[in-house]
């Protein structure tokens, strides 16, 4: 059974530092990796979707990256702010028919002015 | 605009009360989800419909019901038999590619009265 791990819980920085938030999972035939970010009391919104075939995925100050024979990924946050505050969920897909996503608790990240 | 739509974004039940949450979508998705996530974990998955018509069971559906009339809707019964409800509720949706990702509604917030 696939079992996502999100490590910290939570992290608390001050603001214009860069962080890296993991994600490990236990099996490595996954579809693809997603990171998700969710603010207090909303649903979702995807940040970046690694293909299985993929190393890495860019978007602005956020950088992903998927190691599979490890079942590993990262997010690295570069120049972190305020508005960065956030839980972000990690999230692999498995395909069951249609597609299924297995998430990590998540880490709730806090960046202090 | 296009998206997914839930309603209401706070619902109360009562004891032995079954509730409906409603979930919309306009992207012309064929699949559609109901997750629920309780305080500090993450999402897990209730039901799922891939067409019209036709849903599955996820990793916990017992005390919950769908329907799936029209490829617009896909609203989520909590019935009297599911003794803990007290969760956030996301609906989301996604196409028939696999390798797009999942886009998610605001939420429902269920508490038991």
């Known amino acids: 059974k696939q079992e996502v791990t999100q490590i910290p819980a939570a992290l608390s920085v001050p603001e214009g530092e860069n962080l890296v938030l993991n994600c490990s999972f236990t099996?490595?035939?996954?579809?693809?990796l997603q990171w998700f970010r969710q603010d207090p009391g909303k649903g979702l919104t995807s940040l970046l979707l690694?293909?299985?075939?993929?190393r890495e995925q860019t978007s602005g100050r956020l950088n992903a990256s998927l190691d599979k024979s490890s079942g590993r990924s990262t997010l690295y946050i570069a120049a972190s702010q305020p508005g960065d505050s956030a839980t972000y969920l990690c999230?692999?897909?498995?395909?069951?028919?249609?597609?299924?996503?297995?998430f990590g608790q998540g880490t709730r990240l806090t960046i202090n002015p | 605009d296009g998206g997914i739509t839930q309603s209401p974004k706070y619902l109360f039940r009562k004891e032995g009360q079954n509730v409906t949450l409603s979930c919309e979508q306009n992207?012309?998705?064929?699949?559609m989800y109901w997750y629920r996530q309780d305080p500090g974990q993450g999402l897990r998955l209730i039901y799922y419909?891939?067409?019209?018509?036709?849903?599955q069971k996820g990793d916990i559906a017992e005390g919950y019901s769908v329907s799936r009339e029209k490829k617009e809707s896909f609203p989520l019964t909590v019935t009297s038999a599911q003794k803990n409800p007290t969760a956030f509720y996301l609906c989301?949706?996604?196409?028939?590619?696999?390798?797009?990702?999942?886009?998610f509604g605001p939420g429902t917030r269920l508490l038991v009265l």
């Open positions: 989301a949706s996604s196409p028939e590619d696999y390798g797009e990702t999942q886009y």
């Open positions: 690694i293909q299985s075939s993929q």
């Open positions: 999230a692999v897909t498995v395909i069951i028919g249609a597609q299924k996503l297995v």
């Open positions: 992207l012309n998705h064929d699949a």
């Open positions: 419909s891939q067409i019209v018509n036709d849903f």
């Open positions: 099996d490595s035939a996954i579809y693809n």
